[in-house]
């Protein structure tokens, strides 16, 4: 069965300190996959892709991830969090024709 | 370019009304969606479109209809409201199908409580 696991319902850190945010899937060949990130009151927002090739993917506000096949995951990582990344972030499998599966997100919180 | 627009922001139902959540997009996209979020499941896909005049159902359809008769808007209708259709629900649209790589660009929501 298609899924994908975000294991930390919250997360809190300092700011300035290093983030990574876990994501696990299930998906029978190479997926497609996404990280968003949704601002509070506001709609989901792309922070990044992976398709193919390269598995360490940049994104967009310094965020990257790292997808490895042979551990079914996709990690988002950013050296250094700033206050205005606290958000609800969503780790996304494109896995199928018209079918997007959602993590249940994580919700990241930051302290100065 | 104003992306993707939801109309209302908010709405306040009562039990068994209906209503019509409005999703227009400018990017001549294909493909539109609908979900809806509620805590602690990520978002669900209702209903979506992959162009005029067709439409299918998603992973929870049950109590939402949809129709598709131009390539901008993207309606969602309640036709008799229930407590547990209380979510936030967002539209997205994309160049093409949601299977491809292609990313979503999503409303900013609608959040809607049935008393």
């Known amino acids: 069965a298609q899924s994908v696991t975000q294991p930390d319902i919250h997360i809190t850190v300092s700011e300035g300190a290093s983030l990574e945010l876990r994501c696990n899937y299930s998906?029978?060949?190479?997926?497609?996959l996404f990280w968003y990130v949704q601002s509070p009151g506001q709609g989901l927002q792309l922070l990044l892709k992976?398709?193919?090739?390269?598995?360490l993917v940049q994104g967009i506000k310094g965020f990257e991830a790292e997808f490895k096949r042979s551990q079914s995951s996709f990690n988002l990582r950013k050296p250094s969090v700033h206050w205005s990344d606290a958000a609800e972030y969503f780790c996304v499998l494109s896995g199928g024709y018209n079918k997007l599966i959602f993590g249940a997100g994580t919700r990241l919180a930051v302290h100065p | 370019n104003a992306g993707v627009t939801q109309t209302p922001k908010f709405q306040v139902l009562k039990t068994g009304q209906s209503m019509t959540l409005q999703c227009a997009q400018d990017?001549?996209?294909?493909?539109m969606s609908w979900y809806r979020q509620d805590p602690g499941m990520g978002l669900r896909l209702i209903h979506y479109s992959v162009g005029a005049g067709i439409t299918d159902q998603g992973e929870v359809p049950n109590g939402y209809n949809v129709s598709r008769s131009t390539t901008e808007d993207f309606p969602l209708r309640l036709l008799s409201a229930a407590p547990s259709q209380t979510s936030v629900y967002f539209c997205?649209?994309?160049?093409?199908?949601?299977?491809?790589?292609?990313?979503?660009?999503f409303g900013d929501g609608t959040r809607l409580s049935i008393l």
């Open positions: 997205a649209s994309s160049y093409s199908s949601a299977g491809s790589n292609q990313p979503q660009h």
């Open positions: 998906y029978g060949a190479t997926p497609y």
């Open positions: 992976y398709f193919s090739g390269d598995t």
């Open positions: 990017m001549n996209h294909e493909y």
